[in-house]
């Protein structure tokens, strides 16, 4: 069984699209030893499956995040919006 990894984050909303995401608070190339990663996920307990991407985002100091996406079906079904913080569990998915 692959490592879970548990951490509270923020919801920031994707400019223009109407889509969300949280930022990965680890070093996802240190911890998986590659740039995307397959995870099963759970928001608030709600569970989805997708994948931790580098989609340009950057953090305050200017350094590359890594993100995954918070459905607009997941936001409306735990209640939670952009400017929210969500729960998040995250494991690698192993297919």
């Known amino acids: 069984m692959s490592k879970v990894y548990e951490f509270e984050a923020l919801i920031h909303p ?3 699209k109407g889509g969300a995401y949280v930022i990965f608070p680890y070093d996802i190339r240190e911890e998986f030893g590659k740039g995307r990663v397959k995870v099963h996920a759970r928001f608030d307990g709600h569970p989805y499956d997708g994948s931790i991407v580098n989609m340009g985002v950057k ?4 350094n590359i995040c ?3 996406g918070v459905q607009k079906a997941i936001r409306a079904t735990i209640g939670k919006q952009a400017g929210d913080r969500v729960q998040v569990t995250i494991q690698e998915r192993m297919e």
């Not at 953090?59 to 200017?62: L, M, P, S, V």
């Open 66 to 68: 890594y993100i995954i």
């Open 59 to 62: 953090d305050e100091a200017g």
């Open 14 to 16: 994707v400019p223009d």
